[in-house]
């Protein structure tokens, strides 16, 4: 049973640019939520995506943005990248039950490390 | 709005000994959950253990126990008999139903 997957697993950026980042949720669970964990950091919520919405947002500006798909699987996008973008980006998937979210049964991938320079 | 605090960003043990890492939080909600979440230099998060805010029994799972003081919103982490392999950050979470919002960690050394 294959857990939660994240590609690429590293990734460099130039200032202004825009980035994808992917995310598999582990195999039953139809809701994913994006972490932004800065060096030295706990990880902070940016969004939550169940039945390809988005349903909650934490305090990031618009050039974040996501998308989830038929499949569940979730992109989140990034546009005109500043250098305080770089961090590990991490994707948690959970599942959920008659629309009753199960937060505590949320499981990690390995992360991509995005570095803008 | 919800915060976890962690008072002690690093902390040190000799193998085979008992180490507790700290950790309170601020809610007005009576129904949550906190956790305890390991993120070895691999970088995975792992959960450790969790806690439902309306069980009063601690939760353990084999070497690892919490300390749940709901009332002073403390939430401690004991691991007995430590082992190299537990040589990690330590992340302290609240959740809700959509979210989990992490303490500033905790990086735990240990000694053989």
């Known amino acids: 049973d294959a857990g939660v997957t994240q590609s690429p697993t590293h990734l460099i950026k130039t200032r202004g640019q825009q980035v994808t980042l992917r995310c598999s949720p582990k195999?039953?669970?139809?809701?994913v939520s994006w972490y932004q964990q800065a060096l030295g950091q706990g990880p902070q919520f940016i969004f939550q995506y169940y039945e390809e919405e988005e349903r909650q947002r934490g305090n990031f500006p618009d050039r974040f943005s996501g998308h989830q798909f038929p499949n569940y699987s979730s992109e989140l996008n990034v546009n005109a990248l500043l250098l305080g973008d770089s961090a590990l980006y991490l994707c948690a998937s959970s599942g959920s039950s008659g629309g009753f979210f199960h937060s505590y049964e949320q499981y990690f991938g390995p992360g991509t490390r995005l570095t803008v320079t | 709005a919800q915060t976890v605090t962690q008072s002690q960003p690093e902390m040190s043990v000799q193998e085979a000994e008992t180490v507790t890492l700290s950790c309170t939080y601020d809610t007005s909600e009576s129904d949550y959950y906190l956790f305890w979440y390991k993120q070895p230099p691999s970088r995975q998060m792992i959960l450790v253990i969790r806690q439902e805010a309306y069980k009063q029994q601690n939760a353990t799972e084999n070497r690892f126990s919490v300390n749940f003081q709901k009332a002073a919103k403390s939430f401690s982490l004991k691991i007995s008999d430590s082992q190299l392999g537990d040589a990690a950050m330590y992340f302290c979470a609240y959740g809700d139903t959509d979210k989990l919002i992490f303490g500033t960690g905790t990086r735990l050394q240990v000694f053989p």
């Open positions: 195999s039953g669970h139809d809701t």
